[in-house]
């Protein structure tokens, strides 16, 4: 069975787009082939700068041959009606097969389709692929009209058979003929040549100055780059994003190490480290001692007759260029803390508009401020020490540093407000008030940051909400959903007690777009649990206890026009505490306990639903437990009444755990109970008085969690 | 005539070497438009001339303003006013990568020693309506050009394609001749008898422009001609294409685009000077997009334009 090799050659392929790509290639093509009849053994893809590759091995010689039976018109039907039908079925009359049938004698048609050889399935997948390839953004060049990523230069695609000969699939896109040939490195291979097959081709490609599988690549460059910091008593910084990248601009990898001048070895590691990574492609190395970025890596694209002697005193010539640059910031924003503090840095935040709607990045400070003082003693803060944080936390986007280097915003205010005299956990608030980033970003755990964190957040929720700049569908311009989703993790993650509800209704007057805001949160508390592995009805059902309110207040409140349920006790919009409670409730379901308990409250349940239905009562007159007649039902009354008083006492404490072990307490009497007693007995006061003492499970479990939202 | 080999001396040695080299491979060597603009790009040479189907080579200097990133000359790389050098061909010819690594040997930077890179840059000008796919050239890890595939301009699909080159030449000079800061760059011949440096030239205009821009500029009357320009533009356009004196039509598509260059280095001025919000900075470059594809529109019902005869 013969193998098939393509290959794509263009200009430069943008380096975040090649592993996707390769990709993409081979999932398409073998798509299409499969589709078309063909079958294949193995199928690799391959991306550098400048080529698409892809190997499929095994390939079968043609598609199988397909048999077709169609049924005609009857023999002695109108001769029109024949003729349709030998032309539809594409067969002359005297192929035509006579069959008797009840109805009379019927004409059969067997219509063949014969199978296609591999080199046509290939040329027509491979055309299709390459016109409707799904790059990220393509572009047309010259006077044609095809498109790719860069201008396509040659398509190289041929089939080795078992001989090992080569076989050009002869096809063409766009004037660009297929062939047997192809070209190495740029600068240090260049003219064309040609191949017979894979092995020939990669072992080509190398002595050409091509390593074609990004991760041999990726794999040399740390190898080499992580042996030559060791040599020199360094480490490299690991960063498998920036090595990735880096993979992707060089077809034959050279690790150089440079030095950084010894003038801008002082700068903060942050600032060297972004410096060097975003715009030059540096790799950090570091002193294991001091942690001090010491050198750097660069990696080019070439070997050259003087060891990369010119590559690398460019490189640093570029880099000290950069660094100067950032060396005279940081003087700068240094001298301007020390004279006017960081408050007079963050002067000029009156000036910059944050939103036309919502005044200066200065009024925003200063709502921050306030928040963060109001907040500070639900987190456990100093009132005095969350403002002053507060106060300062956003005067770094007024350094020179910030203004060049928009991602060290927060670092640098950091190192500011410790050059600035700031001290007790500002300097961290400074930097990790912007956290959480996202689903994984690492959450705050001081106390002032927590607060400032929290404070900036809401602001910014309460703000847009107010304006009704809500984000809708996949627009988020504002990144409210990324703010909700950190006030929840922070919340949740710090154990903060806040009371959101008034929080938020002392900031927005309208009530339905405090309950809407309330409700977009609650919804964040649901991603947060089910990414903890908390199912969706063990959430409904924490929801639905005390912390009912958030969905269904918002619809009492339409409905009833009735906007005292905002008055509701703090603990309704408590999200910390629906959080306790669902993975409470989510680690009992798991226990045989728990799952035992869950059917018996739920055969408890549906019994005294039936019942109540049926004679349109509810049961909740209160068992007597003299009327208990088996040994068993006594017994669960009494598990009952112990039951109820720890539940009580553990909502009180809100260890939850313990309602939880306090109902699993129950599993075993109502076992017995269902075991040997039947409720609906014959005698009318038994019937009623067990449907009462059911009526009183139902009541205490629906305290731990609404059990009923369950499902299995 | 410049030496073609061996290392360049001076600034001028590797312009003239630029010229010489595309000259050479066929491009027009045009001269500097006579308007203020932000890029090479802005000639008309480059924006009308990517439009339509006619085919065309041109290369040029272009003196260019950028009024925020005046700092009085003391910057080692940052000046207010400085050249690009451009190259547009039309449609891009399958070899451009080629020419252009041609071009960088002409000037003296040899590949055999220097690691030459094409990294994604995507192009894009909102003030012209203009994107294109590309790269930006690195030599030894320096940004020395922009290469781009246009794709748009003024609204319209480019149709052929255009490859354009954009040399920032000063940065790329003292690359070159391995100077520091570009005040200190020869101009001249440094053997000349006499013998300037970029310093000599430039050093006092970046100071007085830089002055200028930043805080002398009158933003009224700056306002004023942005609001002319852009009237005038429309007014321009807004004449029917038959001339009455000749009796020819004439579409005055160049005379209009001049008018939105204007308001384009207004906008630019307006912007160093500081009293631009940001909300408003997406309007008036919208108001400038508007002219540009007004233009744009124009031109292609043009001979030039490539307007069907």
New interface residues.
């Given amino acids: 069975m013969p193998d098939l090799l393509i290959e794509l050659f263009s200009?430069?392929i943008?380096?975040?787009m090649q592993a996707r790509a390769a990709d993409d290639l081979r999932k398409r093509v073998t798509d299409g082939l499969v589709e078309a009849g063909l079958t294949y053994a193995g199928a690799a893809g391959f991306a550098t700068?400048r080529r698409l590759a892809l190997a499929i091995e095994g390939l079968t010689g043609e598609s199988p041959s397909l048999r077709e039976e169609r049924k005609g018109p009857r023999v002695d039907a109108p001769e029109k009606a024949i003729d349709g039908f030998l032309r539809g079925a594409g067969v002359s009359r005297d192929a035509l097969e006579v069959r008797d049938e009840k109805k009379g004698q019927v004409y059969y048609a067997t219509i063949t389709k014969p199978g296609r050889p591999a080199p046509e399935i290939v040329a027509e997948v491979l055309e299709q692929v390459i016109r409707t390839f799904p790059w990220p953004?393509s572009?047309?060049?010259?006077?044609g009209?095809l498109r790719w990523?860069?201008?396509l230069?040659s398509i190289l695609c041929i089939l080795t058979d078992e001989a090992g000969e080569a076989h050009v699939v002869p096809m063409e896109v766009d004037g660009i003929r297929a062939g047997d040939t192809t070209e190495g490195h740029r600068?240090m291979a260049p003219g064309r040549f040609s191949v017979t097959g894979f092995e020939d081709y990669a072992a080509k490609l190398k002595r050409a100055h091509v390593i074609l599988d990004a991760g041999e690549r990726a794999a040399h460059i740390w190898h080499e780059a992580s042996n030559q910091a060791f040599a020199a008593g360094l480490e490299l910084v690991e960063d498998n994003g920036l090595l990735a990248e880096v993979a992707g601009?060089?077809e034959w990898p050279v690790v150089l190490l440079g030095q950084i001048d010894a003038e801008f070895l002082d700068l903060p590691p942050e600032v060297l480290q972004t410096s060097m990574k975003e715009h030059?492609k540096?790799f950090s190395v570091r002193n294991p001692k001091t942690g001090r970025i010491e050198r750097f890596v660069?990696v080019?694209?070439?070997e050259?007759?003087?060891h990369g002697a010119?590559?690398l005193?460019?490189?640093q010539?570029?880099?000290s260029?950069r660094l100067?640059d950032a060396k005279f910031f940081w003087e700068n924003d240094l001298r301007t803390v020390r004279d006017k503090g960081l408050e007079g840095m963050g002067a000029g935040l009156a000036q910059v508009?944050f939103h036309?709607k919502l005044g200066s990045q200065a009024d925003r400070v200063a709502r921050i401020e306030a928040l963060a003082r109001e907040i500070a003693p639900m987190v456990g803060a100093k009132p005095d020490l969350a403002a002053e944080a507060a106060r300062v936390c956003k005067a770094d986007l007024q350094s020179e540093m910030v203004g060049e280097f928009p991602e060290l915003q927060g670092l640098m205010g950091r190192y500011y407000a410790q050059a600035a005299g700031h001290d007790d956990g500002v300097p961290e608030a400074c930097e990790e008030h912007y956290s959480p980033l996202g689903p994984s970003d690492e959450v705050p755990s001081r106390l002032v940051s927590v607060t400032v964190a929290l404070a900036d957040k809401i602001d910014t929720l309460t703000g847009f909400w107010a304006i009704d700049e809500k984000p809708t569908g996949s627009k988020d311009p504002y990144a409210l959903r990324r703010a909700a989703l950190g006030v929840i993790r922070l919340v949740v993650e710090n154990e903060v007690r806040i009371n959101l509800h008034k929080v938020i209704q002392d900031r927005i007057a309208a009530p339905h777009v405090v309950h809407d805001l309330l409700q977009f949160l609650s919804r964040r508390l649901e991603q947060v649990l089910r990414a903890d592995g908390v199912r969706y009805d063990v959430i409904e059902a924490c929801f639905n206890t005390r912390g009912k309110v958030l969905k269904d207040a918002q619809k009492e409140a339409l409905e009833l026009d009735a906007p005292d349920i905002l008055d509701r006790p703090f603990g309704e919009y408590d999200l910390f505490l629906v959080a306790e409670r669902a993975k409470a409730l989510s680690s009992f379901l798991k226990t045989e306990e728990g799952e035992n308990l869950l059917q018996g409250f739920k055969r408890a349940n549906n019994i005294l639903t039936q019942a109540e239905e049926k004679d349109g009562v509810e049961y909740s007159f209160g068992a007597d437990p003299k009327f208990a007649e088996d040994p068993t039902e006594t017994a669960l009354f009494d598990a009952l009444q112990a039951a109820e008083a720890k539940i009580a006492t553990a909502n009180e404490t809100e260890d939850f755990t313990a309602a939880m072990a306090a109902m699993a307490s129950l599993r075993a009497p109502l076992d017995d109970f269902f075991e040997a007693v039947q409720i609906n007995s014959e005698s009318q006061v038994l019937r009623r008085n067990r449907l009462n003492l059911l009526f009183t499970i139902r009541k205490i479990c629906l305290q731990a969690a609404d059990l009923t939202r369950l499902e299995g | 005539m410049a030496e073609t080999t061996g290392k360049p001396r001076s600034f001028q040695e590797i312009i003239l070497r630029l010229q010489s080299y595309w000259a050479d491979k066929g491009c027009a060597i045009m001269q500097p438009y006579d308007m203020e603009v932000g890029a090479g790009t802005f000639h008309p040479a480059t924006t009308l001339r990517s439009l339509g189907s006619k085919p065309w080579a041109a290369a040029y200097v272009q003196p260019s303003r950028r009024p925020t990133d005046g700092r009085y000359g003391e910057n080692?790389?940052r000046l207010q006013h400085y050249y690009q050098y451009q190259v547009l061909i039309k449609?891009?010819?399958?070899d451009l990568?080629d020419l252009y690594l041609g071009s960088l040997k002409a000037i003296g930077i040899d590949?055999?020693?220097?690691?030459?890179?094409?990294?994604?840059d995507?192009w894009e000008s909102p003030t012209l309506g203009a994107w294109?796919?590309?790269?930006e050239v690195w030599?030894?890890?320096?940004e020395v050009s922009q290469f781009t595939?246009f794709?748009q301009v003024g609204g319209h699909d480019?149709?052929?394609?255009s490859?354009e080159l954009t040399y920032g030449l000063e940065r790329l000079a003292m690359?070159v001749l391995g100077i520091d800061h570009v005040m200190d760059m020869p101009f001249n011949d440094p053997d000349a008898p006499i013998a300037l440096k970029y310093g000599d030239v430039f050093r006092q205009t970046e100071q007085e422009y830089s002055r200028f821009n930043f805080d002398v500029a009158d933003t009224d009357v700056l306002l004023r001609h942005f609001e002319e320009a852009e009237a005038e533009c429309d007014a321009i356009l807004g004449q029917p294409a038959d001339d009455p004196k000749t009796g020819h039509s004439i579409v005055m598509a160049h005379p209009a685009y001049d008018q939105c260059i204007k308001a384009s280095h207004i906008f630019n001025l307006l912007d160093a000077r500081g009293v631009i919000?940001?909300?408003e900075r997406q309007a008036y470059i919208g108001r400038v997009r508007a002219l540009a594809k007004k233009c744009a529109d124009a031109f292609v019902t043009t001979d030039a334009g490539g307007r069907a005869a």
Avoid at chain 1, 139 to 143: E, L, P, S
Avoid at chain 2, 139 to 142: E, L, N, R, S
């Fill in positions: 200009e430069e943008p380096a975040r700068p953004k572009m047309r060049w010259g006077a009209s990523v860069r201008p230069h600068f601009l060089v030059q540096f660069t080019a694209n070439r050259t007759a003087d010119t590559i005193a460019g490189n010539k570029v880099l260029a100067s508009t036309n | 080692p790389n449609p891009s010819p399958p990568q590949a055999e020693l220097h690691d030459i890179r094409f990294v994604e995507d294109g796919l590309g790269w030599c030894d890890g320096m595939y794709q480019c149709a052929p394609v490859g690359y919000s940001v909300t």
